[in-house]
């Protein structure tokens, strides 16, 4: 049979569609696989994951309080007196010219300086003596206001007709701070009573130093 350059071609297009389609057909499924897997890839590569953190931070700053106790023998004008012999006491009559049977008295207060951040409680120690107290006693009075006579009453600390040189056990008051506390606290007034007995002998001399000792709480 002899065929037409038109079935030729006719042919010959069909036979390349038919080569094409085969070819196609042929890819391995393996190629197609990873054909795939890299559009898979292709698209993940494209996701950004945002990353969530924060934080929280705390800070605390320390700094001691103050602590300072102070002394007044007129109930005004307050200092500090830290070692012996302190501040002098005032006595109503001259304790340098004693006789058996005077009584002589002197007012004190303490109280918690400015800027002292803490209470205190304050502990009366037995009075350090110098050359001869024999015969003489005492009692300490807390009145209400500044201030140290015969008529003075109040809470008493140390009791009558003890020997000066001596504190009977624990003796002790209390003192609260200023508020606020850049001002001084509230002075806690005392009263000293010294007695002379019938064995004071004459020209005697002597000295007695009390210590109010105050911890902080």
């Given at each position: 049979m002899t065929h037409t350059p038109e079935s030729l071609s006719s042919s010959g297009r069909h036979s390349g569609d038919q080569?094409?389609?085969?070819?196609?057909?042929?890819?391995?499924?393996?190629?197609?696989?990873?054909?795939?897997?890299?559009?898979?890839?292709?698209?993940?590569?494209?996701?950004?994951?945002?990353?969530?953190?924060?934080?929280?931070?705390?800070?605390?700053?320390?700094?001691?309080?103050?602590?300072?106790?102070?002394g007044s023998a007129d109930g005004t004008t307050f200092a500090d007196h830290a070692s012996a012999p302190g501040s002098s006491l005032g006595f109503s009559v001259n304790a340098s010219t004693l006789s058996p049977g005077d009584v002589v008295y002197a007012p004190y207060a303490v109280r918690l300086a400015a800027n002292t951040t803490s209470p205190a409680t304050v502990t009366i120690t037995a009075p350090g003596t110098t050359g001869t107290v024999t015969?003489?006693?005492?009692?300490?009075?807390?009145?209400?206001?500044?201030?140290?006579?015969?008529?003075?009453t109040g809470t008493t600390l140390v009791p009558a007709a003890t020997a000066v040189g001596s504190v009977p056990g624990s003796v002790t008051f209390q003192l609260a701070p200023g508020t606020p506390t850049t001002a001084a606290g509230a002075a806690v007034n005392l009263c000293f009573v010294v007695t002379a007995g019938a064995g004071l002998t004459q020209s005697q001399t002597g000295s007695a130093t009390w210590q109010f000792q105050a911890v902080s709480h």
């Open positions: 080569g094409d389609t085969k070819r196609r057909r042929r890819v391995p499924g393996r190629v197609r696989a990873l054909l795939a897997g890299g559009l898979v890839l292709g698209v993940g590569a494209t996701v950004t994951l945002a990353a969530w953190n924060d934080s929280e931070f705390a800070t605390a700053s320390f700094q001691a309080g103050t602590f300072n106790l102070q015969g003489l006693s005492y009692s300490l009075i807390q009145p209400t206001a500044f201030g140290c006579s015969s008529a003075t």
